[in-house]
């Protein structure tokens, strides 16, 4: 009996102790919910994409470029990570991005050109590699070495321009405007080729959406976390060349290109 009534007169005083611990874990979960989201939300516009390269065995409307230079800004963003030591969740999200854009060029890969002979004879057209050394058809590689060789000897080249500068405040900073400048301007070479082609026939409208809201997103918790400036500013930079490309799509519909 005592017991109990220890237990009874203590309830008020244990749920009182219980209440923040639940918050607390509620809040862990909450974050760790959002971290997933950045990390794989960014990569989750490029499925349907994928899978229609695949399946139609042609890249359409989809540039290529994109994948150079969203590869080139996460390795850039890598170092400057290793330099800067901000937010890990940013860090796993330029390695997933980095795994992504390999299987988008894997696809891209696989739909190599055909052309027919004089006599009606199907043959490959000949395989351009980073081998050749010929700078006019850099990017339009035929196959897979040639993109992991650049991103090895992109690699080596930024852990050699870290050990040089090792522990510089101003070199570390220099590594986070270019790759977040060079991860900006991820649009525009897709907006460029719309534009030349005045279709954007093979696009997936998903995939913009999806930068759409990944960009938007992501600058609000850029601010919300107090990231680099850097950060903020590329955000900015994606959200205005999503909406413009957007606008291509809506613009070349209503002119009569088919979209996908």
């Known amino acids: 009996r005592a017991a109990f009534y220890k237990a009874t007169c203590n309830f008020p005083q244990d749920m009182e102790t219980a209440t923040p611990t639940l918050v607390g874990q509620a809040a862990v979960f909450g974050k760790a919910i959002v971290d997933v989201i950045l990390v794989l939300g960014p990569v989750i516009g490029y ?20 994948c150079f ?21 940013l860090l796993y999200q330029s390695l997933v991005m980095i795994f992504a ?17 004089g006599g009606g004879v199907v043959e490959e057209s000949p395989k351009r590699s980073v081998l050749d ?36 405040y101003w ?16 649009g525009v070479p897709q907006w460029l080729r719309n534009h030349r082609a ?5 696009l997936r409208t998903e995939l913009i959406v999806n ?32 909406v413009a490309i957007l606008q291509q799509i809506r613009s070349y519909v209503r002119a009569g290109a088919f979209q996908y």
């Open 47 to 66: 499925i349907p994409q994928y899978f229609q390269i695949r399946r139609t065995r042609s890249r359409g409307a989809f540039s290529p470029l994109i």
């Open 69 to 89: 230079i969203l590869i080139t800004a996460n390795i850039v963003r890598v170092f400057y990570w290793l330099g800067a030591q901000f937010d890990v969740v």
């Open 101 to 117: 854009q390999f299987a988008m060029l894997f696809a891209c890969v696989s739909c190599r050109k055909l052309t027919v002979t």
């Open 133 to 168: 050394m010929n700078w006019r058809d850099f990017w339009a590689w035929d196959d897979m070495m040639s993109y992991v060789t650049y991103a090895v000897a992109l690699s080596l080249v930024l852990a050699m321009l870290s050990m040089f500068f090792i522990g510089s």
């Open 171 to 186: 070199f570390s900073e220099s590594l986070g405007y270019v790759a977040l400048l060079v991860e900006a301007l991820l």
């Open 198 to 202: 005045r279709s954007t026939v093979g």
């Open 211 to 242: 930068w759409l809201v990944g960009d938007v997103g992501k600058t609000v918790l850029f601010v919300a976390r107090g990231s680099p400036a850097q950060f903020v500013l590329c955000g900015l930079i994606q959200v205005g060349v999503d």
